[in-house]
């Protein structure tokens, strides 16, 4: 059974203090690795795909990395406007067509 | 502009009272789904559509029915509701091919209440 955890469930920063939010997975196959932010009452929006271990993908002051087994998604000099809930999911290889989502990190910027 | 709309936005309603739930994309987007959203339990998936006619169940799909006869239309029909379905429901499509797939695109959603 595919499994995604992210981790922490929420963090509280003040603006301009960077982090990482983590992302683990277990997949008999990784054919895409998503990330998404939500806002309250509003639908996720894409952010990132990531396909392959060692890719890295950049969008202002977010940056999301692979390894074989994790996912980050660093944010840089963060600011109110990142406060969301980053969502992660996966989609696995052998046919299936059903990602599998992470509970997501709720992530609140201080001013 | 390119989206996904769904009505409607908030719906209370009794148990065992039939209703749908319409979702349309206007990104001739192959693919389409439904998605339950609940306080710690995540996102979950309820059917998909890979194309016209064509629908499967997802993680959760007791209890609904889909259809697919449009492209751009896929709405989420609750035969009987009861209160179990209470939650926010999404609405999503995507490309399957070509250099971006499966990034979805999420609907607005609708708080569903079933009394």
């Known amino acids: 059974e595919d499994q995604v955890t992210q981790s922490p469930e929420a963090l509280r920063l003040q603006e301009g203090e960077s982090s990482s939010l983590n992302c683990s997975y277990t997949?008999?196959?990784?054919?895409?690795l998503f990330w998404y932010r939500q806002d309250p009452g509003k639908g996720p929006e894409f952010l990132f795909t990531l396909y392959s271990a060692g890719e890295e993908k950049e969008k202002e002051r977010l940056k999301a990395t692979l390894t074989k087994k994790e996912s980050f998604l660093h944010i840089t000099a963060p600011k109110p406007e990142d406060s969301a809930t980053y969502l992660c999911?996966?989609?696995?290889?052998?046919?299936?067509?059903?990602?599998?989502f992470g509970r997501g990190t709720s992530l609140i910027v201080h001013p | 502009e390119a989206q996904v709309t769904q009505n409607p936005r908030y719906l209370i309603t009794v148990t065992g009272k039939k209703l749908t739930v319409t979702c349309s994309q206007n990104m001739n987007h192959e693919y389409m789904s439904w998605y339950r959203q609940d306080p710690g339990l995540g996102l979950r998936q309820i059917y998909y559509s890979m194309n016209v006619e064509v629908t499967d169940k997802g993680d959760v799909p007791e209890g609904y029915k889909v259809s697919r006869k449009e492209k751009r239309n896929f709405p989420l029909i609750l035969e009987s509701p009861s209160p179990n379905q209470t939650s926010l429901y999404f609405c999503?499509?995507?490309?399957?091919?070509?250099?971006?797939?499966?990034?979805?695109?999420f609907g607005p959603g609708t708080r569903l209440t079933v009394t």
């Open positions: 999503a499509s995507s490309t399957i091919g070509g250099r971006s797939p499966y990034e979805q695109y």
């Open positions: 999911a996966v989609r696995a290889s052998g046919g299936s067509y059903i990602p599998t």
């Open positions: 997949v008999s196959g990784l054919r895409g």
